[in-house]
């Protein structure tokens, strides 16, 4: 992983969205599946409420002001 953030709502303290940057899509690709296997053994609990998700997105452009 090169970078991480993490967002939270300003009206919800326990939602959280965490921004993971790789160098390449196989290696997220491989640590989505390292924290689907996480997710489903139940090591997790009793942190994860509802359903996880996790997406590999792409950027497609970036500005800084």
Known sequence: M???R???PVDDPN???IDLEFDSS???EAF???LRDLW???RAAPALV???QARI???VQSEEY
Do not use: K, Q
Request: net charge neutral; charged share 35%; aromatic share 12%.
């Open 6 to 8: 993490v967002f939270r």
């Open 2 to 4: 090169r970078r991480y």
């Open 50 to 52: 509802g359903s996880p």
């Open 32 to 34: 989505r599946a390292s």
């Open 40 to 42: 489903g053994s139940g």
């Open 15 to 17: 939602y959280v969205e």
């Open 26 to 28: 196989s290696e997220a």
């Open 57 to 59: 997105v792409e950027e």
